[in-house]
């Protein structure tokens, strides 16, 4: 199983970005989808994360800014970020809880290889 998270750059204050992570392997159901980001000299901290039945949750620094969705078909998650600040540059990790075909009764937790958001003032 793999995530493949994409969607990073540059921007500026104010803008916006959308980051997608696919999953993809031998896969037979996905849990808890979500977003985590790590800004230089600081702790991963979570962003956002999605329930199998769409249910939401956001880090107080983002409600009201971000929103994370999932298409089910695709395997994928989303993270739309609206009005983007300087503090939200960081490497943007995306995380699922997934069952695999092979072993769909113990469900294991995969990371993405990160992608950078940089917003400049």
């Known amino acids: 199983v793999q995530l493949q998270a994409s969607g990073g750059g540059l921007v500026q204050a104010g803008g916006s970005l959308r980051l997608s992570c696919a999953a993809s392997g031998s896969i037979f159901a996905i849990n808890n989808m979500g977003w985590y980001r790590q800004a230089p000299g600081k702790q991963r901290e979570l962003v956002a994360s999605i329930t199998s039945s769409e249910s939401a949750n956001y880090a107080d620094s983002v409600k009201g800014r971000f929103a994370i969705s999932r298409d089910a078909a695709k395997n994928t998650v989303y993270l739309q970020m609206n009005s983007l600040k300087p503090g939200d540059t960081a490497v943007y990790y995306c995380?699922?809880?997934?069952?695999?075909?092979?072993?769909?009764?113990?469900?294991?937790?995969?990371w993405g290889q990160g992608t950078l958001v940089t917003v400049s003032s």
């Open positions: 995380n699922a809880v997934i069952r695999t075909r092979i072993a769909p009764w113990n469900p294991r937790e995969y």
